[in-house]
């Protein structure tokens, strides 16, 4: 039985490890092809890849640093050239830096947006373009963060850069509506990724986190993966422009310790 997403490609940003990879497995099971894209790790991106190849789908690596405009259009220029086309982008890649305010510096300022804001932006711009002139229509998927419009003490550059995003789907979901193209943005709460590696081998700071969320765990990649590959789908057709939270509960029962 075909999946929902038959026939379809999609770029995975940042989909070497954690959510990114999730998500690019999830997507080729519903049947896309997928751009495999890592800027660090190619050995990660080399285990997606065949992880989605065992599963029946197509897909390429590229080393890509979303912080780079040559580097995002190579992402979209690759995938029509290899894969016929591109009807999906998922914008997951993402850093944080963790310091107090008044002690960010403009290197950490810059590689901060660069990556969460900049490279978001001129890829989904790239992504666009294509789509454009193709006349043809697609899904757009950011992983923002419960961070977009929730406070979080020492990372002013990450929620910065996802509050931004939030603003930015919002906009564009009006301008690329009668194009045909949706864009939506995820924005997860505490997940077990690699990122969160520090938090997950502190035991205190985990159980005193727990105690927020009231389904009482950290979310998985693959449950932020089930949500992208439904908003990936013709099921969310008629979905622009929103945030979907996926925190176990977080946001709405949150206090700062």
Known sequence: MPGRLSGRVAIVTGSSSGIGQSI???????????????????EGADDTRKQIEAGGSKAITLHADVS???????????????????????????????????????????????????????????????LREAKRPGRIVNISSVREDMAFP???????????????ARNLAVELGPLGITINNIAPGAIMTPMNKSLLDDK??????????PLARMGKPEEVAALTAFLASDEASYITGSTYIIDGGLTVNYHEQ
């Open 154 to 168: 020492h990372f002013s550059t990450y929620c910065s850069s996802k509050g931004a995003m939030r603003m930015l």
């Open 68 to 130: 780079k405009l040559e580097d995002t259009r190579k992402l979209v220029e690759q995938a029509w050239q290899h894969l016929g086309g591109c009807d999906i982008l998922v914008n997951n890649a993402g850093i944080e830096k963790d310091a107090d305010f008044w002690d960010v510096t403009e290197e950490d300022y810059d590689e901060v947006l660069n990556v969460n804001l900049k490279g978001v932006f001129f890829l989904t711009q790239a992504f666009v373009r294509r």
């Open 204 to 213: 205190p700071r985990l159980d005193s986190l727990l105690k927020n969320i």
């Open 24 to 42: 690019a497995i999830r997507l080729a099971t519903e049947g896309a092809n997928i751009v495999v894209d890592y800027r660090s790790h190619p």
